[in-house]
């Protein structure tokens, strides 16, 4: 059965360090979103992609945070300078026409 | 982006038992209503989905029951488990998936 993947599971880092975390999406899918949850706390909507850029974007969401689609497969987030509030579980989502959405398991972020 | 409510926030079962967890929606502009299931340290996960069109949707023991009259869908999971215990969330389809505070579900022995 098709899933999401992401990679790495867990990723520890120094406090302003830049970080990417990636992501599979289903292959035939053309949706594509990152969530976080902060431990604890309910899981928040961050970004969603489609057709090469940005289609929405919450306010957690700003300078320090960017997505790419590198190729056909991949879709990164990429967080510039690290604070110790973006600790959290990360969740890439893909969906094929955004009736349903497939998650990864997450990254979980820790920022020392 | 359309909402839904869902209630109860909690919910303790014994096992065996019935679960049942509610939503109510505004409008029926987007026809289809995902319910998705996340463990603790999991990512959520689809867990069964319906069209208003069709009144209820069983999966094992898992079922939605809609009623487009009274705008609400609710979930039933049927001999509840231990293993059923988790956060469970209702949305509408055709939008980003918004995650409320869900329902957490205890299944006790």
């Known amino acids: 059965e098709p899933e999401v993947t992401q990679t790495p599971s867990h990723q520890v880092t120094q406090m302003g360090q830049e970080v990417i975390l990636r992501c599979v999406p289903i292959?035939?899918?053309?949706?594509f979103y990152w969530y976080r949850q902060i431990l604890g706390q309910k899981v928040e909507f961050l970004v969603s992609f489609y057709n090469n850029e940005i289609s929405e974007k919450s306010e957690i969401f700003d300078d320090q945070f960017s997505v790419e689609r590198p190729d056909g497969s991949n879709f990164t987030l990429k967080i510039r300078s690290t604070k110790l509030e973006d600790s959290a579980m990360y969740f890439c989502?893909?969906?094929?026409?955004?009736?349903?959405?497939?998650f990864g398991q997450g990254t979980r972020l820790t920022v020392v | 982006q359309q909402q839904v409510k869902q209630s109860p926030q909690s919910l303790i079962v014994q096992k065996g038992g019935i679960s049942i967890i509610n939503c109510a929606y505004e409008n029926t502009a987007f026809d289809y209503f995902p319910w998705y299931q996340q463990f603790p340290g999991k990512g959520p996960a689809l867990l069964i989905a319906i069209r208003p069109d069709v009144s209820e949707k069983k999966e094992g023991r898992f079922t939605i029951s809609f009623n487009k009259s009274a705008k609400q869908f609710s979930l039933h999971i049927m001999d509840s488990q231990p293993g059923d215990s988790a956060t469970y969330f209702c949305d509408r389809g055709y939008q980003k998936v918004t995650f409320g505070i869900g329902t957490k579900l205890q299944v006790i022995p």
């Open positions: 989502a893909s969906s094929e026409d955004r009736t349903e959405a497939f």
């Open positions: 292959s035939n899918h053309l949706y």
